[in-house]
C-alpha cells in the first residue's frame, strides 16, 4: 500500500470529524443551535489553553478568564480606537493578553502550590475591578457596546454560519498547534516538569522558564477567545469576566479530562450543552447542571477523559511511530481496579 | 457496584427531566406565546422571581377573562442567571421559535442589552421591565422599557433637593455598576446646573462591606445631604455605618430603596430618608391599590417596585396584544406605540414620544419605621 493511502487511513476520523463539522451549518439550521454550537467553540479554546497550564504543567491557575477579559477589551479597543482591521485586532489582543500573562508569570511562578493558584485568583479579581472602575478607557460596568462585526480579508462575517466557520478555524487551528507544541521538546518538557520538577532540572530542563512559556501561551488562547466573544456578542462588560468564568473553565476541565486535547474540548460541550438542554426547567436547571459534576466526582474523579493521552496524531506530520503514555496526574489518586 | 448503582440512576434520572422538559405544550393554533427571560437563578433571582410571578399573575387573569380573541396567552420562561451571554442565548431560542410573538425581560441592563441586537433583527418586541442604562432603548426600534430612566429620576431628585429643599452643599455615594454611574451622572449634572455644590462623588463597588474610609471623608466636608444611588443593602450598611460615627444629614435616594428590606435592616438610621418612587406599596392610585390586592391575594405577600414594573410590562403587553390584528411580531410595536396613557400600577404610561415612559414619581420617606408618602 503506497504510503499516502496508509497516512490517509490511518487520519480518517480526523478527517471524518472535520468533514462533519465542515458541512454542520447545513444540517443546523436553526440559528439558536448554531449559537450554541459557536459558543462551545469559544469555550473549547479557553479550556484548552487552560489545560496548558492546568493539565501539561500542573500548575493550578483558577483567574484564568483574566486573559480572555483582557482579550476581549483589547480586541474590541484595538479595532474601535486604534482602527485597526480585524485580523491584526485579534492577533494584538492574543499578543496583549499573552504580555500580561508574562507579567503575572515572572513574579509569581517563583511561588508554588496554594500560593501561585491565589496570585491567579488575585490577578482575576485585580483585573475585574480594574475594568470596572476605569471609567474612562473601560467605560466602566456600563460596558463597551456596538463592537463592529469582524471581517477577514473580505470576507464580511455577520451571518451565524460566518462566525460558526471563523470559530471553527480558531478551535482547529488551536487543537493543531498546540498538538504539534506539545508534540516537541516543549510539550515533553512540560510533562516532564508535571511528573517530577526536580527530576526535570536534574536533566537540564530549566523549569521556571518553561513554565513562564506555558503560561505566556495559554494567556495568547485565551486572549484570541476573547477577542472572538467581543466582536462575537457586540457588547462587553465586566461581569463576563469576574470569577465565575474562570470556575466555570476550571469544572469544564475538571469534567472533560486533563493531560490530553480531547478531554477539554469534550468537556466545554458537555457543560455548555447540559443547561441548554434543560433550560426549560427553569429555575431547576443548576440542580442538573450540578449533579452533572457531583456524579462525575464520584464516579470518574480524573474526568470523562482524563489520564490517558488520546492521539491527535496527524501522520502526515508524524512520520515516527511512537507509543506515547503518560502518568496520572500526580495530583489524582491512584485509580483502584 | 456502588457506582454501577449511582452512574445508572443517575442516567435514568437525566433522562426523565430530559423527557419533562421536552414534552411539548398545548396545540401551537390557539395560543399565542410570549417569551419571559429573567434571573431566575444566580444573584438576582430574588428580581427575577418577582418578574415570573407577576408577569404569570397578570397572563392568567386574562385568559381566565377569555384570552385574546378566545385564543389563550402561554407564557414561555427562560433562566438567563443574569449572565449577559445567556440572555444572547434565550433571545436566539425564542428568536428561532415561530410562535413566540414578543418577549418581555430582562432585569438587568447588561443583559438586555446584549440581547437586544439579536431582537432588532427579528424585528421581535422587547419589553424590559427594568432595564434603566439610557442607551437601552436607542438599540433599536424594538426596544421598550416600563421603569423611568436615571436621566429623568436623577434630575426629578436634583430639583427636589436644590430647589424644593434648598440644599447647596451635596455629597454623592454610588454602586459602581451600570445603574449607579448614570444615576449619579444625572443627578450631579442637573444639581449643578441649578447651582449646587458639588462636594465628592464617591463610588463603591458592588460587595462593599466597610464604608468608613468614604464616610470619613464625607463627613469632614460637612454636606447638607448626601445623594445615594444604592441597592437596600449597600444603603442601610452604609447608613449604620455614618450612625455610628455620629454623622446626621439629609440623605436622598432614588427608588431602588424602597423596600420593607431597607426598614429591616437600617432600623433607626434609615428614618427620614427622602425617596423619590416608581412605586409605593400604599399608593392611592386605583391601578396600584388593585396590583397590590391581586397580588397580596395570589401570593400572600407584599409586592415590590421590580414585581410591579414587570406586572405593568405584561400588563402592557396583553394591552397591546389586544388590539386588532396584532397577531405577528412585526406588528406588536406599533400596537405598543399606539396605547395611550396606559394606567399601570407604576403610574401612566405611553410610548408614543419614544420608548423611555414618563412616569410622574412619589415622594415617598420613612417616617416610625414606615414608608409613607412625603409632605413638608
Redesign the interface.
Known sequence: MPTFIRTLLANLPHIALLALALILPAIIK????L??VI?IGIYAILVLSLNLLNGYVGLLSIGHAAFYGIGAYASAKLMMEAGLNFPLAMSGAGLISAGFGYLLAKPTLKLSGIYLTLATLGFNMILF?VL??W?RFTN????I?SIPAPSVFGWEITEKVDYYYLILFLVVMTLFSMQRLLKCRFGRALLAIREDQLAAEAMGVHAARYKTQAFVLAAFYAGIAGSFYAHF???I?P??FYINESFILLAMLALGGQGNLIGPVVGAAILILVP????????Y??I?YG??LV?MM??RRQGLLGGKAYSLRLSYFDKKKEKEYIRGDKFLPEEQG | MFKRLVLCSSFLFLALLLVVSATPSANAADTIKIGLSAPLTGDWAEYGNDFKRSVTMVFDAANKAGGIDGKQLELVILDSRGDPKESVLIAEKFVANPDIIAEIGDFSSSSCMAAAPVYEKANMVQLSPTSSHMDFTKKGKNMFRVVTTQGIEGPFNARWAVKDLGKKRIATVYINNDWGVDANKYFVEEAEKLGAEILTQEAFVPGEKDFTAILTKIKRLKPDLVYLPAFYADAAAILNQAKRMHFKTTVMAPGSLFSEKTIELGGQAVEGILVAANYFSTDPRPAAQAFNKAYQAAYGKKPNMFAALAYDAAGLMVAALKVPGVDSRAKVRPALEGLKGYNGATGSISYANGHDPQKELLKITIKDGKWVVYNR
Request: cysteine-free; glycine content about 6%.
Open positions: 436553526n440559528q439558536y443551535h449559537q450554541v459558543f475591578l470596572q472602575s471609567m466602566g460596568p456600563l460596558g457596546m456578542v457586540k457588547f462588560s461581569d463576563s441548554e438542554i434543560f433550560r426549560s426547567l427553569q429555575e436547571r443548576m442538573v449533579s452533572v456524579i464520584l464516579v
